[in-house]
């Protein structure tokens, strides 16, 4: 065997946490009994790790391979027997156990193969279960070149690739088995040409791990929780027993008055847990994330770099790996499970009114789905109280709609008011009592409550972070995460498998320049080996600069200036369009298509804005990737934070640009009667409606809101994995063979999960509300509604993401964490800037100020009587520029000889005429001073809220520091245990030599080897 063959295999083994060190650190009492009796293990693993042991071995690996033509008799027999004999999938309970029906399958690796000749077949069976096979392996040259198969047999070019892709595994494989896990290989499945890998984590290898991930376990040792009294219990009781009917029936949900202590678990204070149990001391979420941890930590160095698991699938050398599902969800003879559990109790549709089984969510996901299903529920439960508040100010706006007298003035025919043309030459005058709907509207969402609510919903924006720190501490010391902050340091800094794969080959490009030799064919191979070995040793000191980075960096610059830009074109496109149609509408020879010019208008360009939005959503989110890939970040932590970074940024921009610009842009700059500001020379820039662009804002973005929550939800959440799921099941089916055996045999769990759609991640999920909040907050001045509906969409998308999690998805790795991370500080962001952007909506977009203006500087008997005609200025038609006239200037019957238009402006018989007024910069004024006052004024009253409430519940912190002194009690105990022992051992011994001194102080001074000897033997006993 190559030594340098059998260095750069252990390489990834020889970590403080490998086997062999583990059993110099700690002893054997740790390891199963045979094991201690066998010495030789270590080289036996080493050098037959294929090899078939028998199955009473417990702790040596053991691989089965179930292929038909591997057991030795043909499959008319094979059938017969299994006929008469008791199934064995029902033994291993179809895929979850191996298949001895003993060892729990913790984790899963698939692979694709080709079916090949029986001389292949034959060659892989000699290659699994023949020790020689191994020097085969060993002696292969550099991955790509053609092989040679014991057979003798030459392989043609064409099957080279997965040559190498097999040798990889076999190789990655071996050094799972050195780090103390058992496989499993199954190759006769339903699904042809799939292989999979089963993986068991035996105890000794748990308990190594868990103590290397300082995993908290609970101890032996058990305290009552502080309980409260008088009132507050009696109130308690009393909300517990009006919500028990909205309760999940679910174990883990219960409240409990007693909690067991939990600790780091360490095997040398084995003593303080409850291992009455061993199968269920670690669950199977545990389980899998300590399989997935060795996962990543083992390489294999047949390639060009060092391959960990990430970059194992990258290349296809596997094709998946996921944990198990605990069972099925569905079925007349299906065994309670969690799965069965969590489907019933929480991803029904039917259960949409109860509380969720957050503990029993976390228990088999883990603590960062929880944690994202805990943030929805208190979010989805805070938008109650803002809900209801909003519908108070919609309605409170109806009732007052006939009470409002500028509505009343604008739709008063009495006034004969006569507006200017909304365009050149095809657009004639108008009534403005036409507008008469529009005005009645935008009171509704316009009116004096509108201030009140958005100070309101600043307000609880506060209180919902504030009531989420704590729910979220509350969940910390129910899930044993209060010491976390080590803990998350040690795994962030575990660096990605492609950051891993950059240094490497910088260093190799490093050391080719410093030594350029040339070598020869034959050495090749070895001289390879042993550069990868020795850059390998010294990838530590390397690291990527920001030189390495900066074509990195300037693409992510060029690339997200260029995808704003192209967000902005977009926008400007919309607008072109809605002037260009406006125009083409005025036309129109029927009066009512010219009444229904700007509602057709509008209607029509948001959704061409929301079905841009939808799709620039999706490319938005692909390039985020592909530019946060680019950049190489070092570890899985930087890699989340950079990409959510860059998908908000982007989906922020694009899903608000649109709004932005109706809220503060539209209007702004249209010019006068007369002097117009013109875009390409040809086209004028749009106005708003006489009642403003506060009901334009409305519409967008109720329809904006609530198509990009209907279709995201229904079309691409349940669609598109529907649709996936359907022609990745119609392809497996073309693929199968029509054999009768394949159709009845049950499927084994694993095939059920590889069915699955893969886990993508929490950021979509995360986004999608994000977005949905900043619908909430920044705008919800123009429309109280938003918070209704942003309630309804979640009582539906609570349970839409559970029954995709439960039934779509591969179960996820569990991934432990305290909080929700860097969506905290975007949440927060959103709550300071919703507070500007109100302010400048209620300044800026609606009348409010206008009218407070009027009110008390220019109203004659203090009511809003008046108030439309002071807000219009006036036009002589005779100063039109030539062409822009209206073709039809009879067209309400008379001739118009003054026009009004929506500004402050000088009258045309004034000396300075069409100039601005003193009316507008006092209104400017009021209008700025407004936005200071309520910016600093709802800031402040943020503030007091986030400083009046504390972060931690008094409850919880009193409970964390009770638990830190039980703790040190118990340490002290079993201190004062120890001492106490030693004390008896000493009296023991006095007493003991007393006695010799009595029996024979003769022979005390003459033999004194055997007096010393008498003291000695009780402490070597």
Not at 189 to 203: E, L, R, S, Y
Not at 429 to 449: G, I, V
Not at 583 to 596: D, N, V
Request: aromatic share 12%.
């Amino acid at each position: 065997m190559d030594k340098d063959e059998i260095h750069l295999r252990r390489l990834p083994a020889a970590a403080p946490w490998g086997p062999h060190g583990d059993s110099e650190f700690h002893g054997v009492d740790f390891l199963p009994d045979d094991l201690s009796e066998a010495p030789d293990e270590t080289g036996m693993r080493v050098n037959k790790k294929y090899s078939c042991l028998p199955a009473e071995e417990k702790g040596i690996h053991i691989i089965n391979i179930r292929a038909i033509e591997d057991i030795g008799y043909d499959q008319h027999e094979s059938t017969l027997l299994n006929s008469l004999s008791k199934n064995p999938d029902a033994d291993c309970k179809y895929g979850l156990y191996f298949r001895d029906g003993k060892r729990k399958v913790d984790y899963i690796l698939v692979y694709h193969y080709k079916k090949s000749s029986s001389g292949r077949a034959l060659a892989r069976r000699t290659h699994h279960n023949d020790t020689s096979a191994r020097s085969t392996k060993q002696d292969h040259p550099l991955p790509g070149k053609s092989v040679q198969l014991e057979m003798g047999e030459s392989e043609p070019p064409a099957d080279s690739h997965e040559d190498d892709k097999r040798f990889r595994r076999e190789e990655y494989e071996g050094n799972l088995v050195e780090a103390g896990l058992e496989l499993e290989h199954d190759e006769d499945t339903k699904i042809h040409g799939v292989g999979f890998v089963k993986i068991h984590a035996p105890w000794n290898v748990l308990c190594r791990e868990a103590e290397f991930l300082k995993l908290k376990m609970p101890t032996k040792k058990m305290y009552q929780i502080n309980q409260t009294h008088g009132l507050l219990k009696k109130i308690n009781s009393v909300i517990q027993k009006i919500t028990e009917p909205i309760q999940p029936k679910v174990a883990e949900h219960k409240p409990q008055t007693v909690k067991r202590l939990s600790y780091p678990f360490s095997r040398e204070k084995q003593h303080l847990f409850d291992l009455s149990d061993r199968d269920s001391f670690f669950d199977s979420k545990t389980r899998s994330t300590i399989v997935y941890e060795i996962l990543k930590r083992t390489t294999c160095t047949k390639a060009k770099y060092s391959m960990g698991i990430t970059s194992l699938l990258a290349n296809g050398v596997y094709s998946a790996a996921y944990p198990l599902h605990d069972g099925d969800y569905e079925g007349e003879n299906v065994e309670p499970n969690d799965r069965k559990l969590l489907c019933e109790e929480w991803a029904s549709y039917g259960v949409f009114y109860k509380y969720q089984p957050i503990d029993l969510v976390r228990k088999y996901f883990g603590e960062k789905i929880g944690l994202y299903f805990a943030w929805l529920g208190v979010y989805t439960q805070m938008l109650i109280p803002a809900s209801i508040v909003g519908i108070i100010v919609f309605l409170y706006g109806c009732a007052t709609v006939d009470e409002n007298i500028p509505s009343m003035e604008m739709c008063d025919q009495r006034n004969n008011i006569t507006m200017c043309p909304l365009c050149d030459r095809t657009c004639s005058y108008w009534k403005m009592s036409s507008a008469c709907a529009t005005a009645r509207a935008s009171h509704l969402f316009d009116n004096p409550a509108t201030v009140f609510f958005s100070v309101f919903m600043a307000l609880w924006a506060a209180t919902f972070m504030e009531h989420w720190k704590r729910k979220q501490m509350r969940l910390n010391y129910r899930w044993d995460l209060t010491g976390f902050e080590e803990e998350e340091e040690a795994v962030k800094d575990h660096p990605r498998a492609e950051y891993e794969a950059k240094v490497l080959e910088k260093s190799l490009r490093k050391e080719h320049k410093h030594k350029e030799h040339r070598y020869f064919p034959e050495e090749a191979a070895n001289k390879w080996r042993q550069r990868v070995k020795t850059v390998m040793a010294g990838t530590d000191k390397e690291k990527l600069t920001w030189k390495d980075r900066f074509p990195a960096y300037l693409t992510n610059f060029v690339g997200i200036i260029f995808m704003v830009g192209l967000t902005f074109a977009i926008v400007f496109g919309v607008i072109i369009y809605r002037i260009s149609t406006a125009a083409a509408l005025a036309i129109s020879s029927t009066p009512s298509g010219r009444s229904s010019v700007r509602v057709t208008v509008t209607a029509t360009a948001v959704i061409i804005n929301l079905v841009v939005i939808i799709i620039l959503d999706e490319v938005y989110g692909c390039i985020a990737r592909w530019l946060t890939q680019i950049e190489v970040p070092k570890t899985d932590k930087n890699f989340e934070e950079r990409l959510i970074f860059k998908a908000f940024l982007l989906k922020f921009v694009n899903a608000y640009t649109p709004i932005f610009y109706v809220a503060f842009f539209k209007g702004r700059f249209v010019g006068r009667p007369g002097d117009y500001v013109y875009i390409f020379h040809s086209f004028r820039m749009e106005e708003c409606a006489p009642g403003g662009c506060l009901m334009e804002l409305c519409i967008q973005l109720s329809i904006i809101m609530l198509g990009k929550q209907l279709i995201q939800n229904n079309l691409f959440e349940i669609g598109i994995p529907k649709m996936k799921k359907f022609i990745r099941y119609m392809k497996l089916k073309r693929r199968r063979s029509l054999d009768h055996e394949e159709h009845v045999k049950k499927k084994q769990r694993y095939e059920v999960d590889y069915n699955l759609e893969p886990f993508a991640g929490l950021t979509p999920e995360y986004m999608e509300m994000i977005i949905q909040f900043g619908f909430v907050t920044l705008f919800v001045a123009s429309f109280p509604l938003a918070p209704l509906f942003a309630l309804l969409n979640n009582i539906i998308e609570i349970r839409l993401d559970a029954k995709k999690f439960v039934t779509e998805l591969r179960r996820p790795v569990a991934v432990r964490a305290k909080d929700i991370g860097i969506w905290y500080n975007i949440l927060r962001g959103i709550g300071k800037l919703a507070v500007i952007i109100n302010a400048f909506v209620i300044s800026f977009t609606s009348d409010f100020i206008p009218r407070l203006v009027y009110l008390y500087m220019y109203s004659e008997n203090g009511t809003m009587h008046g108030f439309v005609n002071h807000t219009l200025s006036s036009f002589n038609v005779s100063d039109f520029q030539a062409g822009t006239a209206p073709n039809d200037p009879m067209d309400l019957g008379y001739e118009v000889q003054i026009c009004r238009y929506k500004d402050y402006r000088e009258p045309p018989w004034s000396e300075n005429k069409y100039d601005i007024s003193k009316d507008f910069w006092a209104v400017l004024a009021a209008r700025l001073a407004f936005v200071i006052v309520f910016q600093n004024l709802v800031m402040f009253m943020s503030d007091f809220v986030d400083w009046i409430i504390p972060d931690i519940p008094k409850d919880i912190s009193q409970q964390i520091h009770k638990e830190k002194v039980l703790m040190v009690e118990v340490f002290m105990r079993e201190e004062q245990g120890k001492l106490q022992m030693l004390e008896t051992w000493k009296d023991k011994d006095k007493k003991k030599g007393e006695n010799c001194n009595n029996h024979s102080p003769r022979l005390s001074r003459s033999h004194s080897g055997s007096l010393s000897s008498c003291h000695s033997y009780p402490l070597d006993v």
